[in-house]
């Protein structure tokens, strides 16, 4: 397991980064950091996301930003059987 991996899962909060490229028209998103207060992930959110809206503005990737508790993935069920 990658050692950002190992710290995220120390943490109660994850600060969650969804990519998309319109010439790709492909989505990723993945964990970007993690806190031991929500407080302090939306902290990080918003600048997260002030420095999105610059590169909106040149016409780069989007990415949106979002909070989570640490039992939430957005990226939904992994493998395994039902």
């Keep these: 397991m990658k050692t ?11 600060l969650w980064a969804t990519s998309f490229s319109e010439k790709t028209n492909i ?7 993690g806190y031991e207060s929500r ?6 959110l918003n600048i997260s996301s002030e420095a999105n809206e610059k590169r909106k503005k040149k016409g780069e990737v989007s990415i949106g930003y979002r909070c989570l508790p640490d039992t939430i993935d ?9």
């Design 74 to 82: 957005p990226r939904g069920v992994k493998g395994g059987t039902p």
């Design 39 to 44: 407080k302090e992930c939306l902290r990080d």
């Design 27 to 33: 989505e990723i998103t993945t964990p970007e950091e």
């Design 4 to 14: 950002k991996q190992m710290l995220l899962l120390l943490c109660a909060w994850v």
